[in-house]
């Protein structure tokens, strides 16, 4: 497992990521590892969620397994180099592109969400291999630098809104092909966009979102009984009770783990 020290940015790194807007990819954990992960979270995405959400979003404040992913060192610390060192996690999200599902438009994500001041990094993780047949993510650099307005989306669309007028040259697209256990960062504003799965193959990723403690998240808009969680550092602010410092404990609401996940699980949580 890797230490918080190495995964902590590059001064290198850190000027990419102003430049381009995303860094990537990164390894949380290896494939055969993530094998093991994705059977407890397809479980938890055919469950009902105890948080009043949809059973694909949230599942953070519920379930100790995702909550882990999301936190994990090899996210959190890459976050903290940008963000600096009190981070909130305000939203988890799995993204299942199934076969024949439609193309995600291009947008930027700040126009969908919650959150004043906007500010926010994303890492997508690669439950499942993300490959240019089965609708890996692709991204603009640079595109982070301007704000974009959203128009309404055509009925082809998964989105019912898109970036307006983005036409991108194909050589300046990039495609972020991921084995699974691996994770990308993106800004707020960096464009991004998945075509139609046209491959026979399900891919599954998960986002996950975090800001700083003065930001104000409105949990109302995003459903019934939303709190978001400190992850790393302090809330010095305290505005209204906003932020949980509580942690999903590893037997919250789910089966005991076989042998074969524990250690994997251990890993995860830095045990």
Same mark, same amino acid.
């Given at each position: ?158 989105? %019912? ?9 194909? %050589? ?9 256990? %691996? ?78 996940? %524990? ?9």
């Amino acid at each position: 497992m890797q230490t918080t020290t190495e995964c902590a940015l590059s001064k290198d790194e850190i000027t990419r990521f102003h430049a381009d807007g995303y860094l990537g990819p990164y390894t949380l954990c290896s494939p055969e590892e993530m094998s093991e992960i994705r059977a407890r979270i397809d479980a938890i995405m055919n469950e009902k969620s105890a948080t009043g959400s949809k059973s694909i979003q949230s599942r953070h404040m519920d379930r100790r397994t995702v909550y882990d992913l999301a936190s994990h060192p090899a996210v959190v610390e890459r976050i903290n180099s940008l963000m600096g060192p009190d981070l909130v996690l305000w939203a988890t999200y799995f993204w299942v592109k199934n076969p024949g599902d439609k193309e995600i438009p291009w947008h930027q994500d700040l126009n969908y969400w919650p959150i004043d001041p906007p500010i926010n990094l994303s890492a997508w993780i690669a439950i499942d291999e993300a490959t240019l047949e089965n609708s890996c993510v692709n991204l603009i650099p640079g595109s982070h630098k301007k704000v974009l307005r959203h128009v309404k989306a055509g009925d082809d669309m998964a989105f %019912q809104e898109m970036a307006e007028g983005v036409v991108p040259e194909k %050589q300046k697209i990039v495609p972020m092909v991921l084995k699974p256990g %691996q994770f990308f960062i993106f800004s707020e504003r960096t464009l991004h966009q998945s075509n139609a799965n046209i491959s026979n193959k399900r891919r599954l990723g998960m986002t996950c979102r975090f800001t700083v403690p003065f930001v104000e998240i409105k949990h109302e808009k995003l459903h019934a009984g939303h709190r978001a969680i400190l992850v790393r550092g302090t809330d010095h602010h305290r505005l209204r009770g906003r932020i949980h410092e509580r942690r999903p404990t590893p037997k919250q609401a789910e089966k005991p783990m076989p042998r074969h996940a %524990q250690a994997i699980a251990r890993s995860l949580r830095g045990a």
